[in-house]
């Protein structure tokens, strides 16, 4: 029975954030396009102001230049409503389909069979509903007469919800486009991201559902939750992060109250630093797995306090930099696992006295890669059979340069109190779609050290 036969027993509950994906292949007209309406001089000045986030259509196209320029994958939040009628008389879109993390992981671990899928989000409109893949074993959790119920999601949905609708542009290398006198090439794939972020959007449990949150933690194997970066600083009816973070806390204690199930917690950049340490310093503490990518460690890092190791991460991107990173955070946070991923490895880090050994770590960031692999060729998981296209794909041309310098930071930095394991990711050429790698890589990577556990009857 390979491992991930044995993940798929397993019942998982994700939660909070799903949307709607409005993607965009963009080609190198549009972006000459955009660059001849508004001109090069302007698009340049606002690049230099950096907005970090969207209140006017030029504020998306510096942001978009910057990272077509560096070829980076970035996020920025629109805050303007407005802007959604701009956008969709500039672009047609080329898929749209489901979105944010919690929905991303919850329709992949159903197409994978896994036991039982429950996923909740607090908004739940028709259309977001149709995004679920139809299986019969996903839920959404339903109080009917004072009983918790489950139901597909498609069954549950309400109308007058809100729909949070983010436009990702998938960019490719290579692409070229003149920025004035300058000819930009694009250096690396990637996606540029718009996600709204609205007063109406907003992350937590439904009153209603929270009572039960004790009985739905007893019934599975493992917790991810996600989507806090949508927590705004305040709102206009009073409330503020604060709260909704008071509220997170009770509900990652709800759920642990009947068993001390795991739970994982996605992190996703959050641009303001204050609430980005809020996030940090309420909720890490509660959880007992974390997943991050190398430029939101720096993030949490800069948070921490640790502004120097943050930079150098962010300037040179070193192994060892990210490793001793890590290591504060496991320590500061006192975390079970931390698992970061990055484009070219991805790498576990644990107390000594984890009860799995580095050979098992390293099984379970392998199923990983796997599964994200697949995902990046096919586009999409939508059986347990498509994990085998995964397999065919060869570790990154860096992979035996990751082990090296691994080996390297490991005689530089004291690991003796840790357990550190890195494997090379398997790294698609052209991929049909790089949305959802990350969440694909933390719910395999999650899930297979749950099986891992309960196959030591550690679970």
Same mark, same amino acid.
């Given at each position: 029975?390979?491992?991930?036969?044995?993940?798929?027993?397993?019942?998982?509950?994700?939660?909070?954030?799903?949307?709607?994906?409005?993607?965009?292949?963009?080609?190198?007209?549009?972006?000459?396009?955009?660059?001849?309406?508004?001109?090069?001089?302007?698009?340049?000045?606002?690049?230099?102001?950096?907005?970090?986030?969207?209140?006017?259509?030029?504020?998306?196209?510096?942001?978009?230049?910057?990272?077509?320029?560096?070829?980076?994958?970035?996020?920025?939040?629109?805050?303007?409503?407005?802007?959604?009628?701009?956008?969709?008389?500039?672009?047609?879109?080329?898929?749209?389909?489901?979105?944010?993390?919690?929905?991303?992981?919850?329709?992949?671990?159903?197409?994978?069979?896994?036991?039982?899928?429950?996923?909740?989000?607090?908004?739940?409109?028709?259309?977001?509903?149709?995004?679920?893949?139809?299986?019969?074993?996903?839920?959404?959790?339903?109080?009917?007469?004072?009983?918790?119920?489950?139901?597909?999601?498609?069954?549950?949905?309400?109308?007058?919800?809100?729909?949070?609708?983010?436009?990702?542009?998938?960019?490719?290398?290579?692409?070229?486009?003149?920025?004035?006198?300058?000819?930009?090439?694009?250096?690396?794939?990637?996606?540029?991201?718009?996600?709204?972020?609205?007063?109406?959007?907003?992350?937590?449990?439904?009153?209603?559902?929270?009572?039960?949150?004790?009985?739905?933690?007893?019934?599975?194997?493992?917790?991810?939750?996600?989507?806090?970066?949508?927590?705004?600083?305040?709102?206009?009816?009073?409330?503020?992060?604060?709260h909704y973070l008071r509220e997170a806390k009770k509900d990652i204690l709800l759920l642990k109250?009947?068993?001390?199930?795991?739970?994982?917690?996605?992190?996703?950049?959050?641009?303001?630093?204050?609430?980005?340490?809020?996030?940090?310093? %309420? $909720?890490?503490? #509660?959880?007992?797995?974390?997943?991050?990518?190398?430029?939101? !460690?720096? &993030?949490?890092? /800069?948070? +921490?306090?640790?502004?120097?190791?943050?930079?150098?991460?962010?300037?040179?991107?070193?192994?060892?930099?990210?490793?001793?990173?890590?290591?504060?955070?496991?320590?500061?946070? %006192? $975390?079970?696992? #931390?698992?970061?991923?990055?484009?070219?490895?991805?790498?576990? !880090?644990? &107390?000594?006295? /984890?009860? +799995?050994?580095?050979?098992?770590?390293?099984?379970?960031?392998?199923?990983?890669?796997?599964?994200?692999?697949?995902?990046?060729?096919?586009?999409?998981?939508?059986?347990?059979?498509?994990?085998?296209?995964?397999?065919?794909?060869?570790?990154?041309?860096?992979?035996?340069?990751?082990?090296?310098?691994?080996?390297?930071?490991?005689?530089?930095?004291?690991?003796?109190?840790?357990?550190?394991?890195?494997?090379?990711?398997?790294?698609?050429?052209?991929?049909?779609?790089?949305?959802?790698?990350?969440?694909?890589?933390?719910?395999?990577?999650?899930?297979?050290?749950?099986?891992?556990?309960?196959?030591?009857?550690?679970?």
């Open positions: 029975m390979g491992l991930l036969d044995e993940a798929r027993e397993l019942s998982i509950y994700t939660a909070y954030n799903t949307n709607v994906d409005a993607i965009v292949y963009l080609k190198e007209e549009t972006v000459q396009g955009l660059i001849n309406e508004f001109g090069a001089e302007t698009i340049q000045r606002r690049m230099e102001e950096y907005p970090r986030q969207i209140n006017e259509p030029l504020d998306f196209v510096a942001r978009l230049v910057h990272a077509l320029k560096t070829g980076k994958p970035m996020e920025v939040p629109l805050i303007n409503e407005e802007l959604h009628m701009w956008f969709d008389s500039h672009f047609k879109y080329d898929v749209e389909r489901m979105g944010g993390q919690a929905g991303i992981i919850a329709n992949l671990l159903a197409n994978l069979n896994f036991r039982k899928v429950l996923v909740y989000t607090p908004h739940l409109a028709k259309k977001q509903a149709a995004m679920f893949v139809n299986k019969p074993n996903l839920f959404y959790p339903v109080i009917e007469d004072g009983r918790l119920i489950f139901k597909h999601p498609y069954e549950a949905y309400r109308d007058g919800d809100p729909v949070k609708v983010n436009r990702i542009f998938e960019f490719r290398a290579g692409m070229t486009f003149k920025l004035g006198s300058e000819t930009v090439t694009v250096p690396f794939s990637g996606r540029f991201i718009v996600s709204a972020r609205f007063e109406s959007i907003r992350i937590y449990t439904e009153p209603g559902l929270k009572p039960f949150l004790p009985e739905i933690g007893e019934s599975v194997d493992g917790v991810i939750l996600s989507g806090y970066q949508g927590i705004k600083p305040r709102y206009s009816d009073g409330k503020d992060a604060n109250r009947e068993k001390d199930v795991k739970v994982h917690l996605e992190f996703a950049s959050i641009q303001n630093r204050e609430l980005r340490k809020k996030v940090i310093y %309420n $909720l890490f503490p #509660l959880v007992d797995s974390v997943g991050m990518d190398e430029s939101e !460690i720096a &993030h949490v890092l /800069n948070a +921490l306090g640790y502004s120097k190791l943050s930079d150098r991460i962010f300037t040179y991107n070193r192994i060892e930099d990210t490793v001793l990173g890590g290591k504060i955070l496991i320590d500061e946070m %006192n $975390l079970e696992v #931390l698992q970061i991923h990055t484009i070219y490895y991805i790498v576990y !880090i644990t &107390h000594a006295d /984890n009860p +799995l050994s580095e050979e098992k770590l390293r099984q379970s960031l392998g199923l990983a890669t796997n599964l994200a692999a697949a995902r990046a060729s096919l586009g999409e998981i939508r059986s347990p059979e498509d994990f085998k296209v995964g397999l065919s794909v060869p570790y990154n041309e860096r992979g035996e340069y990751v082990k090296l310098r691994f080996e390297e930071a490991k005689r530089r930095l004291r690991t003796k109190e840790y357990r550190v394991v890195i494997i090379p990711t398997r790294l698609v050429k052209n991929p049909v779609s790089t949305v959802g790698l990350g969440d694909t890589i933390s719910a395999g990577a999650f899930t297979s050290y749950l099986a891992l556990l309960r196959r030591k009857g550690e679970l």
